[in-house]
């Protein structure tokens, strides 16, 4: 677990800021601590973006100059402890990108910005 992020995630949540966190939390542990730092469980919401191995490995092959490389991803997928529509809005990679924030948005009740 990042030794930044909870601690931020509790100054955002007392600051009554809106804030898009991107990390993997791939164990259960990880969405708690994080839970913790929040001043509410109703202020910190997660997203699962659930993908296949295949499609995630064609994905990663595509970038160029990701920090990520291929090579780990079987351990992340090893370390996933998936969480379900009780714990996150779980929403598929497939669709395009601007889909998927749509579907974000409504499942948040959020206003969309252009």
Known sequence: MDPVARPAVGEWSEDGRD?????SALRRWHRDAL???ARD??????VYLKGGYDEIGRRLRGRIGHFMPERLLKSQFDTLEEPD???AIVLGI???VAAIVDSIVTALDLEREI
């Open 19 to 23: 804030v898009v966190l991107a990390c």
């Open 35 to 37: 839970r913790a730092g």
């Open 41 to 46: 469980g109703e202020s910190l919401r997660f």
């Open 85 to 87: 529509s009780s714990e």
């Open 94 to 96: 497939g669709p395009p």
